[in-house]
């Protein structure tokens, strides 16, 4: 007789814990509860319903009751919830929702994935109205689906600028809606560095999408939504997207400890404080091998993995648990971002001395139909040049690039690593020296003092100050847009014109792409120049940087115009 599983919830980490289980154990007994109707769906695909990017609802289920058991030999119980723990029994209580009927049945082991919650504060007056909407499961979205597409519900508000946020976001515009975003932070997409964000944030305000960053939520009424600052936007549905809070309760109950960050806290092989109780996916706190800090991490990939191991460790054979460093990537309108590891302001809260690199470059040979630019950065540890995160965004491939770095980062990679770093070229995928390795190549004279750089942000300070700026572009590139008060000399000139150039003062070089002004800056130095700065981002950059406050804070700007080209 096989062992007897029992798997609270489904989705990623209880449906792949079953699945494995059963590969290992053919005799086992397995029996997985899922309290809602649907034991494996796509989560992150719920959004896309909005806009019939996913043409309807019963495509978004992957795998039903009788699916798991003609494929698995698993029992599943839909609309039956786990309620208690009998740990000395080895026994669990389960509510049928549809009948009120309970019973009991035991297990040798147990799996916990119950996943997470979306937050509802309720210190948000009006959050529980019937136009106040969270996106969880399919019938959460099939509800907003239909509430929205009632006639004269034309103005939706959406609250939080993480993923489902945006993408919630994004795709009912797509539907013809008028969508504003608030979100309390400066930022939206909080694994970006706010420079990087910018490029976000221009793209959403160009699709028609209304930002108000910094600013949180008072009160929901059945017309409007009242910010802190007193501002009042029209709701005719509103979307909860702040964030989600770890399913916690069933396991604090039965008295299993939880971790720091309020998850239950688990071994390496995902063991909860009961040795026959174990936990994967959203519930669970994590390990970040960047921080060395639990973190909480509620993504698809991980509790897949997750559940691997936790189902191994049952039959003597946990694999290796390297922790987690947080990938992700999230379509925008027209806008590809990815990220990977820490961003920079991570890195710094955490004290780790750190430093940063941001480039910009084709993400295929130029002349190729399709080709446009890739803003990277790249987050590196100083002195030792080990990378610590990356940020991709542009129209074309920006996840191979992030996928790259996450595979560098596990691999303890650094700077030199990735500056050889051998990957495929075709001038229809990429470039023979790829972003990737160019930047390793920037930081790297970074890291080593062959140049000192300023990041994007403190550029309106140069030009407020009256700082010495050449812009080492061409005439015409200038004359379309450039830093006030820089001075145009173009980097075939310089050499020829360096006489023109102050010694007694720093100096700053920007251009459209890094490695010109790199080249700019070189060949000064070569000329006696010592005092000699490049401008990370480039004037691309800049603009990205400006545009999105100039805009919406009526700031002046530093630029004659902006150039997104």
């Not at 062992?3 to 053919?26: F, I």
């Not at 820089?486 to 459209?512: F, M, S, T, W």
Request: hydrophobic content about 40%; overall charge negative.
């Amino acid at each position: 007789m096989g062992k007897r599983v029992l798997v609270v919830g489904g989705v990623a980490g209880g449906a792949s814990a079953a699945a494995r289980v059963r590969r290992l154990d053919a005799e086992a007994s397995i029996t997985v509860f899922e309290r809602g109707e649907h034991v494996s769906f796509s989560n992150c695909s719920l959004p896309y319903f909005l806009s019939r990017t996913v043409g309807d609802a019963e495509s978004l289920v992957l795998m039903t009751p009788e699916g798991f058991k003609a494929s698995y030999d698993i029992d599943v119980r839909i609309n039956n919830e786990v309620c208690a723990i009998d740990r000395a029994a080895k026994k669990v209580r389960v509510r049928n929702e549809l009948t009120g009927e309970e019973y009991e049945e035991a297990y040798d082991e147990l799996v916990l994935s119950p996943g997470s919650s979306p937050i509802r504060p309720r210190s948000i007056e009006g959050v529980f109205l019937p136009h106040v909407f969270t996106v969880r499961n399919v019938n959460d979205i099939v509800k907003l689906d239909k509430y929205a597409g009632q006639e004269g519900k034309a103005d939706v508000v959406v609250i939080g600028g993480g993923f489902i946020g945006l993408e919630v976001a994004e795709n009912l515009r797509e539907a013809g809606k008028h969508v504003s975003v608030v979100e309390a932070a400066n930022q939206v997409m909080a694994p970006f560095d706010y420079d990087m964000s910018q490029i976000l944030h221009k793209e959403l305000m160009d699709n028609g999408v209304e930002l108000y960053l910094g600013d949180g939520v008072k009160a929901i009424t059945e017309e409007k939504v009242v910010l802190a600052s007193g501002r009042e936007l029209p709701a005719d549905v509103v979307v909860l997207a702040i964030g989600v809070a770890p399913e916690t309760s069933l396991a604090k109950e039965a008295g299993l400890e939880l971790g720091e960050t309020g998850a239950i806290k688990v071994t390496p092989d995902f063991r909860t404080s009961d040795p026959h109780i174990y936990a994967v996916g959203d519930a669970i706190e994590v390990y970040n091998s960047l921080t060395r800090r639990p973190a909480k991490l509620p993504l698809a990939g991980p509790a897949l993995r997750q559940a691997r191991t936790a189902a191994d460790a049952m039959y003597g054979t946990g694999g290796r648990n390297k922790g987690v460093i947080g990938s992700c990537a999230v379509r925008i309108f027209e806008l590809n971002a990815a990220a990977t590891g820490l961003n920079e302001k991570t890195a710094r809260q955490n004290q780790i001395p750190c430093d940063s690199v941001y480039t910009m470059a084709m993400d295929k040979v130029g002349i190729m139909p399709g080709s446009s630019p890739v803003h990277f950065k790249l987050v590196f540890e100083v002195p030792t040049g080990k990378i610590l995160g990356a940020q991709a965004i542009g129209k074309g491939n920006v996840d191979k690039r992030i996928d790259v770095i996450a595979a560098m980062i596990t691999m303890g990679g650094t700077l030199e690593d990735l500056k050889e770093l051998e990957l495929c070229y075709s001038p229809v995928f990429g470039t023979a020296r790829d972003i990737v390795n160019l930047a390793a190549l920037v930081g790297l004279n970074v890291l080593h003092g062959v140049f000192k750089q300023v990041h994007v942000s403190e550029v309106r300070g140069l030009v407020e100050s009256g700082a010495y700026i050449v812009d080492v572009r061409t005439p015409g590139e200038f004359a379309a847009g450039h830093l006030k008060g820089a001075v145009n000399i173009p980097l075939g000139e310089l050499r020829q014109r360096a006489g023109e150039i102050p010694k007694d003062r720093p100096v700053y070089l920007h251009c459209r792409t890094s490695q010109r002004s790199y080249n700019g800056i070189m060949a000064l130095k070569g000329r006696g120049f010592e005092n000699l700065y490049n401008i990370s981002g480039s004037f691309l950059g800049i603009s990205y940087y400006e545009y999105f406050t100039d805009v919406t804070a009526g700031r002046e700007k530093i630029v004659t115009e902006y150039n997104f080209m």
